[in-house]
């Protein structure tokens, strides 16, 4: 049963409210169109403690056939990054010969908290239209690659104290705790030291472990970032300085894997063991929210 929206009753007692009074632009709702007489159903998407929830079961029945209003509706109900710092990443070439621009890249991973805790438990989809929201991007595997490869070159990032002595350090990953942890937590393990210097001096925070990272695949993805075809022999994908597992490289897939319809991953979590590392590399079912899989931001130089 509608009821005014001046109904003197608890708003637990209340079931439709006649509260608003909706018009279409194009005029199509006007007597003869055809949409006179529609019926609507608002939303209050900033006070309604489940009106995102409805919109996300909207999003997932209209994706197939509304990709792009799937996509829009992503970008309104994503939360507020709160974005901290950047570093810049210098220009790379990666071994394949090509040239990775420099980019603003967030210090650590991305947070809707004061406190800087790793935004998890959000799916690749809500992690892109996040970024978008904040009018930056998702980490891109060649952006991603770039940052493993430029810190395994610099000799204050191996256990040994020189490129390819010991291991590359690893991050939070041996299970002494049991969530993704803020910028202020340090283990007093050293093996599970979080930062990795780049080759300018910028130190960048959980490359591995911690939380994996989302990562929009610009390799062999499609034009939403999701993996589109098999691994290739010569997959930049798939390149790393040492072989998987070995050094701190952390674990990464053969050549031929299908993962086509995934997103990737990155980095490892705080209890992935010895597959935790800068150039691990798996997937997740984009649509999956998981505690242990957070995203990262970037921006172009100059912005």
């Known amino acids: 049963m509608q009821t005014s929206a001046h109904t003197p009753h608890p708003a637990t007692e209340q079931g439709l409210l006649n509260k608003f009074s909706v018009s ?61 710092e950047f570093v810049t990443m210098p220009e790379t070439t990666l071994p394949d010969g090509s040239i990775v621009p420099s980019f603003k890249v967030g210090q650590y991973l991305c947070s809707k908290r004061a406190d800087g805790t790793p935004w998890v438990e959000v799916s690749h989809r809500d992690a892109i239209a996040a970024c978008e929201r904040a009018g930056t991007k998702l980490l891109t595997e060649r952006q991603a690659l770039a940052i493993a490869f430029d810190i395994a070159a610099q000799d204050i990032n191996w256990t040994g104290g020189k490129v390819g002595e010991g291991r590359l350090y690893q991050g939070l990953h041996k299970g002494n705790v049991d969530c993704a942890q803020g ?22 925070f959980d490359v591995a472990g911690n939380a994996f990272a989302w990562i929009f695949d610009d390799v062999q993805g499609d034009a939403e970032g999701l993996v589109a075809r098999p691994f290739a022999p010569d997959s930049i994908s798939l390149q790393a300085p040492h072989p998987s597992l070995e050094k701190g490289m952390g674990w ?21 063991g010895r597959n935790a590392g800068a150039f691990y590399l798996s997937v997740d079912w984009p649509s999956n929210e998981w505690g242990c899989i957070g995203f990262r931001c970037t921006l172009p130089i100059g912005a």
Not at 44 to 67: M, N
Not at 183 to 203: A, F, K, V
Request: glycine share 10%; with cysteine.
């Open 252 to 272: 990464r897939p053969t050549v031929g894997a299908n993962w086509s319809g995934s997103a990737l991953i990155r980095g490892g979590s705080w209890n992935s």
């Open 183 to 204: 910028p202020d937590y340090q283990s007093d393990d050293p093996d599970e030291r979080r930062w990795h210097q780049l080759s300018n001096g910028q130190r960048i």
């Open 24 to 84: 279409r632009l194009d005029g199509r709702d006007a007597p003869g169109g055809d949409r006179h007489g529609a019926r609507y159903f608002v939303l209050d998407l900033d006070h309604d403690a489940h009106a995102k929830e409805a919109v996300r079961t909207y999003i997932d029945s209209c994706e197939d056939d509304y990709p792009l209003l799937a996509r829009d509706l992503r970008t309104l109900i994503a939360d507020p990054i709160v974005l901290g």
